[in-house]
């Protein structure tokens, strides 16, 4: 069954805290935009041994993602910054509604991923960093490239798909960018946030902080392995001086 959902339209923030958020945003998009402009060109322009680092390749790829965010909320922005009301009304009608969306789930993606892949990379350079001196790592961050972009926009697609214009109760004229109502009790859709939940959000946070964690206990570790040298090497040498002088 079709029902139509309508939104119920209440009075916004106060309009000082409505020209706070505003500015906020507004600062949050300039000084991510031109940072990480900034750290695109800075790195596409410099030496070739400095631009084919795996680092610096990941550290592009995920300010590529970062902009096509950044980029996409100004639509957000500048709406919420003409509507007084709460939820702010989409006056972009239905086809940037789903194009919108997509790119910014898609950005978030890709932007989660690579953060999980330069995680990983350091861990290995820290770990191994013989082994990964060997490895020809430019053609594998190719395949990594394409893998994070390919799994970013598979994922993001039913954007395209499921949202729809949803009317306003007391705006009918108006409309909000949300869930299709033919989706709203659907169990694909909770299978759906379910995997986007985990694959982007527990599984990255998981596999970092578990790195982070044995790397924690591999420096505790040598620190006291190289404590207990320092002592053993102090006790010889004040033996060996015993030994000496009777």
């Not at 404590?227 to 001086?241: A, E, F, G, H, P």
Request: hydrophobic content about 55%; charged content about 10%; proline content about 3%.
């Amino acid at each position: 069954m079709n029902v139509t959902i309508l939104i119920n339209v209440k009075n916004g923030p106060s309009e000082w805290f409505r020209i706070f958020l505003i500015v906020i945003f507004i600062i949050i998009l300039i000084v991510g935009l031109i940072g990480n402009s900034f750290v695109v060109l800075s790195i596409i322009t410099n030496h070739i041994e400095i631009r084919c680092s795996s680092t610096n390749l990941l550290l592009v790829n995920m300010s590529c993602a970062d902009l096509i965010i950044l980029i996409f909320n100004i639509f957000d922005v500048v709406q919420f910054s003409f509507d007084h009301f709460w939820p702010t009304a989409w006056y972009l009608g239905l086809s940037f509604c789903k194009i919108v969306r997509f790119a910014q789930v898609f950005g978030c993606y890709v932007s989660v991923q690579t953060l999980l892949i330069i995680s990983i990379e350091r861990y290995i350079s820290i770990i191994y960093p013989i082994k990964i001196s060997r490895i020809n790592y430019r053609k594998r961050l190719c395949l990594i490239f394409i893998l994070i972009w390919s799994c970013g926009s598979i994922m993001a697609l039913p954007n395209l798909y499921l949202l729809e214009l949803h009317p306003f109760y007391n705006r009918p004229q108006h409309f909000i960018c949300g869930l299709s109502d033919h989706w709203t009790d659907s169990h694909l859709i909770i299978f759906y946030k379910y995997a986007e939940l985990i694959l982007f959000f527990f599984l990255p946070a998981l596999i970092q902080v578990s790195l982070l964690l044995i790397l924690i206990i591999l420096h505790q570790n040598s620190y006291l392995l190289t404590n207990t040298r320092i002592k053993n090497s102090i006790v010889l040498s004040y033996v060996d001086r015993r030994n000496l002088l009777f």
